[in-house]
């Protein structure tokens, strides 16, 4: 079951679902292949992604849980980050501290593995929790990396 739109961006939609079975809550991006498929870069940075996070695993590093397609588009499901874009609680945060700003290890060990997001910005990193005493972090949206 589709909920609220969470984000939206050049490959298509994120949305909020839910199990049906567990009731646990998930992300999930869609893409229509009529869109991607115009683009033939839009197909290989869904590659990308999906070849990075398949093969990579880190604490703040957004964790993909499965891809499905049907005949008009992709979803990939991920986990579900409450907290939402670090660029909407900056916008909020009455101060951001250097050591929030350093909590970064997801992009060290990317970097550590040869990978360059290429495309970091406060809307690829996402908060776990929506408490705003709470900075932990997950990096998103590795499609150019």
């Known amino acids: 079951m589709f909920g609220e ?10 949305r909020l679902c839910q199990h049906k079975e567990s009731g646990k809550v998930f992300a999930i991006k869609i893409m229509m292949k009529k869109v991607v498929k115009k683009q033939k870069i839009y197909i290989k940075l869904l590659q990308n992604e999906l ?8 604490p703040n590093i957004i964790r993909i849980i499965d891809l499905i397609e ?3 588009s992709y979803y990939i499901v991920s986990e579900f980050m409450e907290g939402g874009e670090l660029f909407k609680r900056l916008s909020k945060a009455q101060s951001f501290t250097e050591g929030q700003a350093a909590n970064m290890r997801g992009l060290n060990y990317m970097h550590l593995q040869s990978i ?18 709470r900075f932990e972090i997950k990096i998103a949206d590795l499609g150019f990396a």
């Not at 961006?9 to 994120?14: D, N, P």
């Not at 360059?116 to 705003?132: A, C, F, I, Y």
């Open 5 to 14: 739109t969470l984000g939206q961006g050049a490959f298509g939609l994120v």
């Open 51 to 58: 070849s990075i996070l398949g093969e990579k695993s880190h």
């Open 116 to 133: 360059t997001h290429r495309d970091m910005k406060p809307e690829n990193v996402l908060l776990v929790s929506k408490d705003l005493n």
């Open 70 to 72: 049907d005949d008009q």
